[in-house]
């Protein structure tokens, strides 16, 4: 394990599938913990069942994956060999690591860089895709436990889409094939529209839904207010690299092992550039996502490099507040806006996302 530290938090980070086991802030008086692991990351008959793919048994915090789901189109596991196996650390110092991916995708090099922030509770990563051939989806996967509780908030979208296929056949809240411009109301499978603002969406359902950014966008944000935990996760992206953002709702319908019914209240949270949950080969022919008019892959050749820019925060909640309005961010200052008094600020140096 790689550990960091920083003024403002604490990382530990897995390079032999280069996931995010504990993540830690310390701001405003509390200790923010953002990200969620799974209860059999460490459990050593999960760790030894080698026909479980690496990035369900060591599940954990946040996580990139290229290509993002199935990998239908050069052979690797589930969202791809970045999450499945191991990454060379090239640097490290005290707040930062950089790390390269042992293995090529499509004949790419992957790398990436991970840093604390010292005067704010953010984690900001990077990663270039260099070289390779054909197309490439891609996503973040930072998870959040949503089980006490939450309020889900977001940067406009121009439409919200749901997947032909559950994940767990008869155990999903959303109507199948479906499609909504607004997150308050999302087609049920039961005839009942789902308001994405009230976190859990359901109880005992594993559901899928894709957010397409609206037009014109120029910060792409997702915030999570908690309840039990009372502080605000939030995630920021540069919606012209990363234009989707894939909602996994994870409430205890998967029973096989070592899910076994233990991954309750789960929220992920993952920005990417990909055909929702349909997979790579589908990404790269027409596809829902890719007619509301963003790309659903990246573009490989020899002569280009793809960087591609994160950030996970978190603050306490202000007293007063049941959800995030609004996040914005001009010159050097990042603002949270809420629907209690005040607003959040941070010092934000934009090369962060842009």
């Known amino acids: 394990m790689i550990e960091l530290r920083s003024a403002t938090g604490h990382i530990t980070i897995d390079p032999s599938v280069g996931n995010i086991p504990a993540l830690t802030f310390q701001w405003g008086g509390q200790t923010l913990t953002p990200l969620h692991r799974a209860a059999w990351a460490e459990e ?16 954990s915090g946040d996580f990139v994956c290229a290509p993002f789901a199935g990998s239908d189109v050069e052979p690797a596991p589930p969202h791809g060999w970045t999450a499945n196996s191991p990454w060379s650390v090239i640097e490290t110092t005290d707040a930062e690591a950089r790390f390269q991916l042992d293995l090529r995708v ?16 953010l984690l900001v990563q990077s990663h270039t895709i260099e070289g390779g051939s054909g197309g490439l989806t891609f996503a973040h996967h930072p998870m959040i436990s949503v089980a006490g509780g ?5 940067s406009p979208k121009r439409a919200v889409l749901t997947p032909d296929l559950p994940i767990v056949e008869g155990r999903h809240a959303f109507a199948l094939g479906a499609r909504s411009e607004d997150v308050r109301s999302v087609p049920g499978q039961n005839g009942d529209p789902i308001d994405l603002r009230y976190l859990p969406i359901s109880d005992g ?29 939030f ?27 233990r991954n309750r209240g789960v929220l992920g949270v993952e920005d990417g550039r990909a055909a929702g949950a349909a997979g790579h080969a589908a990404a790269l022919r027409d596809n829902p996502v890719q007619t509301e008019g963003v790309p ?37 200052v990042l603002t949270i806006a809420g629907d209690g008094e005040d607003r959040v600020e941070l010092p934000f140096d934009p090369s962060n996302l842009f």
Do not use: Y
């Not at 839904?209 to 910060?219: D, I, K, N, P, Q």
């Open 150 to 154: 939450a309020r889900f908030a977001c």
């Open 205 to 233: 359902t594993e559901d899928f839904v894709t957010l397409v950014e609206a037009e014109g966008s120029t910060l792409g944000w997702s915030a999570v207010t908690r309840h039990a935990e009372n502080d605000i996760i």
């Open 44 to 59: 050593p008959d999960a760790l030894a069942d080698e026909s479980i793919p690496l990035v369900d048994r060591k599940l």
């Open 296 to 332: 659903t892959s990246f573009a490989l050749s020899a002569q280009t490099t793809h960087t591609i820019r994160h950030v996970i925060g978190a603050v306490p909640r202000p007293v007063g507040w049941t959800t995030v309005t609004d996040i914005a961010l001009e010159g050097e």
């Open 235 to 261: 995630v920021l992206r540069d919606p012209e690299m990363l234009p989707v953002t894939m909602l996994w709702h994870s409430n205890g319908a998967r029973e096989d092992f070592p899910w076994n019914g």
């Open 106 to 121: 499509m004949g790419a090099v992957i790398a990436k860089t991970i840093r604390l922030s010292d005067n704010a509770p």
